[in-house]
């Protein structure tokens, strides 16, 4: 039996053609298998997705309320602690003259140039001077001008707090002590 010699190689190719194609068949479909369980994952996390952004709405949507709330809440309790009665009758008995409501001069240190340049700041009332601290104060002085150099408005948010609080005795006391507000 003599076979040629190119007949031998065709066979081994032709095998080897067959086996290639079966081979690739075979993995061709576990691809398929790969490209659907892909993309039921893909499905699950755009699902999933979807669910977290409708949580994170809901959970904003509540935090928006609350902040409303609680502003509500804080405003209305601002409205209620904000303006203590002003009795001018107190003030005028401790100090034997008329005191006008809010009106800084009162404050031992501060006089009619001081008081307007404060007001010009913002600050308009003994509230406002009393959560004033030494340093906005002494900054606001400062930005007058030499002229406003010599003041120390170290006591003025005390002095200003006693004022709102209508503790014009403690005030009256004080004062009398002061020079000049230091």
């Known amino acids: 039996m003599n076979i040629p ?17 079966l081979i690739g068949k075979a993995s061709g479909n576990n691809d398929e298998d790969k490209n659907t369980t892909l993309q039921a994952e893909l499905n699950a996390c755009q699902s999933n997705t979807q669910k977290l952004k409708t ?20 405003q209305s309790f601002a409205a209620t602690t904000t303006s203590l009665p002003f009795d001018s009758n107190l003030a005028f008995t401790i100090f034997g003259k008329k005191i006008i409501e809010d ?13 307007e340049l404060f007001q010009q700041n913002g ?11 030494v340093d906005k104060c002494q900054s606001i002085l400062d930005s007058g001008g030499e002229r406003f150099v010599v003041h120390s408005p170290s006591t003025w948010p005390k002095q200003a707090e006693m004022a709102y609080l209508g503790k014009w005795k403690e ?7 002061l020079k000049g507000g230091k």
Do not use: F, M, R
Request: overall charge negative.
């Open 123 to 133: 600050i308009k009332t003994w509230k406002l001077l009393s959560e004033t601290s």
């Open 55 to 74: 949580k994170i709405t809901n959970l904003e949507a509540e935090l928006n309320k609350l902040h409303a709330d609680s502003t509500a809440k804080i």
């Open 5 to 21: 010699c190119y007949l031998i190689p065709a066979l081994v190719g032709l095998i080897s053609g067959i086996l290639g194609y």
């Open 171 to 177: 005030l009256k006391e004080w004062q009398d002590n």
């Open 103 to 115: 009106d800084l001069k009162i404050i031992e240190g501060i006089g009619p140039k001081i008081e």
